[in-house]
């Protein structure tokens, strides 16, 4: 049987028992008087401000240290009694989905007066969708009130069907090296807090691509909910991403303009204001007819943050953006007797000053500025690339050489890499797929060879992919299955020498290897049995699944029961998303902590391979 801790609701419930006017329950000692226990809260008194008191845990969560005097919140407190959510009698009457209800008894989600403030931002949004079409609702768990289910769905996860790739093919295994490069499939915000104990601390650079959240992506949730759903969603992932940063890290998340200004000031709020660095804007196509309300988007945007001040940048060079194209046109117009175009370069400073200069064949060459040495001068001289002024009052000039030139430095705005186009042999016929030059762009500049590189919506594989070609140590993580287009089949074929994208510009012969391996499921099994059944199936599934362990504490379960012909009448559809809106999402897969329950059947090659991650051998 999978253990499961006391909740911290029973915690305080049971404390309240510990009343000594035994003024909280009634006389059959198992209905709470929730009024009771409100208005002696209101009124601060004493008795129940002791008992509050007397247990540590119920004490952190409801008082605050203010220059050592405790202060009772008793709004949150009054709060946490009257929300029927967290107590045993709180759900559900029988409808076609579960949900919060009011005082009235009226499903809070069917109401259009109520609105997720984003200020509710301290809770987390499992996201647990598994498939583009999933559009399930998503549970909330608030970190006030559930601190214990929390704990739990962040908890390390078990790992399963693990295997390592290489050019070779595949082969099973029980250990995890040091160097080697992970694919996870799974929930990517409890893969996320699993890796946390091996990678914190660790990663250089992060770059995402999640969902846009424009309604026509795979973030397809309650509409009455859509932005405060999407910020919770990322700020529980972003949050976590910022631990695994190195100091001198950097995150790189692309958006659009749907919802690039919340995410800045979500991202703002986590990294801090003072480590923005830019807001990166791709022009990824050319213009086309106007929609008829608005202008044509043509545009992505890259919100680039570091975790500190001592961040690691290497300066980037193009030649091919408009900027640069504009530069060489004006500046090189020499050519020189070779057929070689060049433009002249002044070596004089500025304000030169006498004193830092040195004489070089009878011209005077300024050392401020510059810091030309008379070494350099020589070598210059003797590769033909200076140019000698008759007049020896004038200055010396350098040639810069157009098949020498390595550019100018980027700007924030990339119009030099092109969106790829469905018919190249780069395109692997995945909606949003990026090109390979624009995560190298990022890789490169804030990473250096055998860094560590994390992408936590791998999507096609694009980053493992690049990373691979360029010599970085990578993760990916990735939750949707996206069949003959997964990303697995796509880093296997790098791994073969691909040629495609990068691979000609980088020398890439193929080579070196990958770990893959799941989150080892549990609950994740129902969900999918269940999106893959027709309605005989789902109306068999019903006693099977609410007579199991692993129906969330949310549900009445004699109610359930009761109300088995009722779920017959549902639809198809109606069926399909009760029955996974009552499993329980803090056991959609296996704990590491409960890895030794026989009930849960986690073989010994499992084992040996999850204890190996965690450094546990």
Known sequence: MVKKREGFYLELLDLLKQDPQNRFYADNGKDLLRNKVYECAMKMDKDLIKLLLSNNRIKEQFFTNIDDLLVFDKTAFGWAINNKAFLQD????????????????????????????????????????????????????????????????LAPKVFTNMKRYTKDGEENITSFEENDNLLIKGNNLLALSSILKRYEGKVKCIYIDPPYNTGSDSFNYNDNFNHSTWLVFMKNRLLLAKKLLSEDGSIFVQCDDYEDAYLKVLMDEIFGRENFRNKITWKRRGGSANPKNRLNNVTDYILWFSKSDKLLYNPIFSLEDENTQKYI???????????????????????????????????????????????VMEEWDRLGKLCFPKDKSQNINRKIYLDEYQGQPISSLWTDI???????????????????????????????????????NLGSGTTGTVAQKINRQWIGIEQLDYGEIDSVKRIQNVLKGDNTGISKAVNWQGGGSF??????????????????????????????????????????????????????DLSTEDKRKFLIEVL?????????????????AVTEEEKAFTKSFYGDV
């Open 515 to 568: 770990v893959y391996c799941e989150l080892k499921e549990l609950n994740q099994k129902y969900i999918d049995e269940i999106m893959s059944a027709d309605n005989d199936k789902l109306v068999e599934l019903y006693p099977k699944i609410t007579e199991s362990e692993f129906v969330s504490y949310k549900v009445d379960i004699n109610k359930l029961k009761e109300s088995e012909q009722d779920f017959k």
């Open 90 to 153: 709180s759900y559900t009457r029988f409808k076609n989905n579960i949900g919060l209800i009011d005082s009235n008894e009226q499903f809070i989600s069917s109401k259009n007066d109520v609105v997720l403030s984003f200020p509710y931002k301290d809770c987390v949004l499992e996201g647990g969708q598994t498939k583009e079409d999933q559009e399930r609702e998503e549970i909330y768990y608030n970190e006030l009130l559930a601190p214990d289910d929390v704990d739990r769905l």
């Open 584 to 600: 329980d999402k803090n056991l959609l897969y296996v704990n590491y902590c409960d890895m030794e329950d026989e009930d849960l």
């Open 329 to 375: 046109k004006e500046r090189f117009t020499n050519i020189d007797e070779n057929g070689r175009k060049y433009m002249k370069s002044p070596l004089q400073s500025p304000n030169p000053r006498p004193n830092l200069m040195y004489e070089y064949k009878g011209y005077r060459v300024p050392t401020n500025g510059w810091s030309i040495s008379k070494e």
């Open 418 to 456: 092109f969106v790829i186009n469905p018919m190249s042999k780069e395109s692997v016929d995945f909606v949003g797929q990026k090109p390979e030059a624009l995560i190298q762009r990022i890789l490169e500049m804030c990473s250096n060879k055998n860094d560590i590189i994390l992408d936590f």
